[in-house]
């Protein structure tokens, strides 16, 4: 099954920029969507079809995706984008299509 | 507004069963295939199953397949998830959501529900 690879933890002061990867077999072929879950909540979508924006999300949070690796950007990182952060595809040729990568810690110094 | 609500979690001693419900409101239930997600405590998110709009289709990741069951009723606005044979390792909060029809991003998800498989 296929399968995405994540940091574990990504820390970045104030102000800066975070790059969040997600690794998978020539992902760059499928979709791509982002999510952030805060402590207790349930995540939520902030980038979906690689680089698209949900209404209601910063023009902040941006993402890209080619050859084996999509990435999540979220510039001039403020203290309340501290979240668990985890990318996610559809593999609609597998019988279990539903894939999440192990999600990254996203760390506000 | 568009909205989902769990329901059915709670505990259960291994090999017992549970059902679990999600009651969707806001928008044409029978128009979008919905997912059930969870999350184990402390633990990323890990895809569970899927189902068409029209019921007809399903998937199930590998480690449920075979002992949980997702349906719907489009007539009451409702999803299912039928879990049976309960391990320790299906305890987790457990998330319906609603994608982006076709891309299956998940926009909407419910609060969730925490079911506990313990003696």
């Known amino acids: 099954s296929y399968v995405l690879t994540q940091p574990p933890s990504v820390s970045v002061a104030p102000g800066q920029t975070a790059r969040i990867t997600c690794g998978g077999n020539?992902?760059?072929?499928?979709?791509v969507h982002w999510y952030q879950q805060k402590p207790g909540q349930a995540p939520v979508l902030v980038v979906y079809?690689?680089?698209d924006r949900p209404s209601g999300i910063p023009e902040r949070f941006s993402g890209s995706n080619s050859g084996n690796t999509a990435t999540l950007t979220i510039s001039r990182v403020e203290a309340g984008d501290e979240a668990d952060y985890y990318c996610?595809?559809?593999?609609?040729?597998?019988?279990?299509?539903?894939?999440f990568g192990g999600g990254t810690k996203l760390t506000v110094l | 507004e568009v909205q989902l609500l769990e329901s059915g979690g709670g505990l259960v001693q291994p090999g017992g069963s549970l059902r679990l419900s999600c009651a969707a409101s806001?928008?044409?239930?029978?128009?979008?295939?919905m997912t059930w997600v969870r999350q184990a405590p402390g633990k990323g998110l890990e895809w569970v199953s899927a189902i068409s709009g029209s019921g007809g289709t399903t998937y199930y990741a590998d480690s449920v397949k075979g002992r949980f069951t997702i349906s719907r009723d489009n007539s009451k606005n409702t999803l299912y998830l039928q879990m049976n044979s309960l391990r320790a390792e299906d305890t987790a909060v457990y998330y319906c959501a609603k994608p982006i029809s076709p891309l299956y991003a998940f926009d909407i998800w419910g609060q969730g529900t925490m079911v506990t498989v313990s003696s």
């Open positions: 079809d690689d680089s």
């Open positions: 806001g928008f044409t239930f029978s128009d979008y295939a």
């Open positions: 996610q595809v559809w593999d609609s040729s597998s019988d279990h299509p539903g894939v």
């Open positions: 020539n992902i760059g072929s499928k979709s």
